[in-house]
């Protein structure tokens, strides 16, 4: 058999590098032909990759969407063709699983949030100046894990956490860094960062190097992947 997997965003983040090494180790495995692509952030790259590789005859398409809304063209096409579509990691908003597409496989990042937001009141003692690196923006990864952070701090009663500032950074260390640049001259009292993931954290923990403010006496950075590089 044949089978495409597309993958969303370049290779630089550790989770991109290990998500497409286990697909194509377990094609190996199972002796199954493995067509790949990388849309580097793109959605409309996205869609036609997954396009090209259904033309270059895959049974079926493995992808991790860049966004939750954005693949709609891939779908109807693949649909069109008889050819199941299983996307991992970020799920494909008012898409049934099991119906317009495969099983959606993902995490429970609601969940995440939550666990974000218990390791952050326990750092911190319940009391800080937070900002938030929010994820990209039109993904559920992004929304599940702003909504399970915030609604614990509210479950808990952590009233002395004061969310003082949220902006986007795109999931990259590159942003995360310019972002918390921009964070640290409009707030030099930040006490706390929750970023949501690791390569936006890494990227905030350059920008507190820079400025002489890393460290957990000054600053707390909790987020969430488990890469290599942040443990």
């Not at 079926?60 to 966004?67: G, K, L, T």
Request: aromatic share 4%; hydrophobic share 40%.
């Amino acid at each position: 058999d044949t089978i495409g997997w597309a993958q969303s965003e370049k290779e630089a983040n550790p989770f991109r590098i290990a998500s497409t090494k286990s697909e194509v180790d377990e094609a190996k495995k199972r002796n199954i032909k493995l067509l790949t692509t990388n849309a580097q952030s793109d959605a409309q790259q996205e869609n036609t990759d997954i396009k090209g590789m259904i033309d270059k005859g895959a049974k079926a398409i493995i992808f991790s969407p860049i966004n939750s809304t954005g693949l709609g063209d891939a779908i109807a096409y693949a649909k069109s063709k008889h050819v199941a579509m299983i996307p991992v990691d970020r799920n494909i908003t008012g898409v049934k699983g099991c119906q317009e597409v495969g099983p959606q496989l993902g995490s429970d990042f609601v969940q995440q949030g939550k666990r974000a937001a218990d390791a952050m009141i326990k750092a911190t003692g319940g009391k800080a100046k937070l900002a938030i690196l929010l994820g990209a923006s039109g993904v559920n990864v992004t929304d599940d894990r702003t909504a399970g952070f915030k609604a614990e701090l509210t479950a808990q009663k952590a009233t002395g956490i004061e969310v003082i500032f949220e902006q986007t950074a795109d999931f990259t260390r590159e942003k995360g860094k310019s972002v918390a640049e921009t964070l640290l001259q409009a707030h030099p009292d930040v006490t706390a960062i929750y970023a949501e993931n690791d390569e936006m954290g890494l990227g905030a923990l350059a920008a507190l190097d820079d400025k002489g403010k890393s460290g957990t006496s000054k600053v707390h950075i909790v987020s969430i992947d488990g890469t290599k590089g942040a443990v």
